[in-house]
C-alpha cells in the first residue's frame, strides 16, 4: 500500500481535515495517516489533541479511514488529492 500525490509521487502521510466528517464539530482538526503494513494508523494532529479528548476516538478514526480508502484524503505537502493505491 502507498500514498500516490499526483504533485509529490509517492508521500508516507496523508491528511484529512475533520471539517469534511464531523463539519463544525471539527473544524481545524486534522487527522493523520499513515501506512503501517497493511493498515492504516490514524491519529489525530498534536494541535487538537486536547480538544478531540472529549470524543469517540474509535469512532472517528474509522471514519477518516474510510474517508482515506474512498480517497478523500490529501497531500502534506501540496495540500492536492491524494489517492491510496492498496
Ligand atoms: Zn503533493
Known sequence: MRFDCPNCGQIDKALVDGYGIGDRLLEDVW??????????????????????DQFDSKLWYDIVEKEVRNGHAECPNCHEEIKLIP
Do not use: Q, S, T
Open 31 to 52: 487527522f493523520e495517516i499513515v501506512i503501517d503494513g497493511k493498515k492504516l494508523k490514524v491519529k489525530v494532529d498534536d494541535d487538537a489533541k486536547d480538544y478531540f
